[in-house]
């Protein structure tokens, strides 16, 4: 877990954070066990956590149909925690997997502690709501 920082500062909704905030959130996350073959996340579903891989890799799929593959180092939920919306993607082991998470009820919590870091979250949300703008996402 000693580069669990690191592995959030990877992550866009966290890149602007800084080293001791992401130290933090990092001390904040709990490790979970997935065997291959189950569902981690299912499409339509609501959902309320964001995972970090340590190890393993998980299949997106959307509408059941593979999109994306994801391994150590890359992340998937980060969303969820701000909205706790229904899910846009099933997410399924690929193989073993083990991961560290945090809950949106978990998260809030540290987001009220440190108000600097919702206004740098809110920070990289507008960069990529441009980026996705200059795309013609949004």
Known sequence: MAD??????????????????????????SERHWNEGETVIEEGKGGAGFWVIE????????????VNTLGPGEHFGEIALLDEGPRSATVTAASDLHCFGIVAWEFAPFVRENPDVAWTMMQSLAARLREAEARGEA
Do not use: C, H, W, Y
């Open 4 to 29: 669990l920082p690191e592995k959030l500062a990877r992550v866009p909704l966290f890149s602007r954070l800084r080293p001791r905030d992401l130290k933090q959130l990092a001390k904040r996350m």
């Open 55 to 66: 190890s393993g890799n998980v299949t997106i799929s959307v509408g059941g149909r593979p």
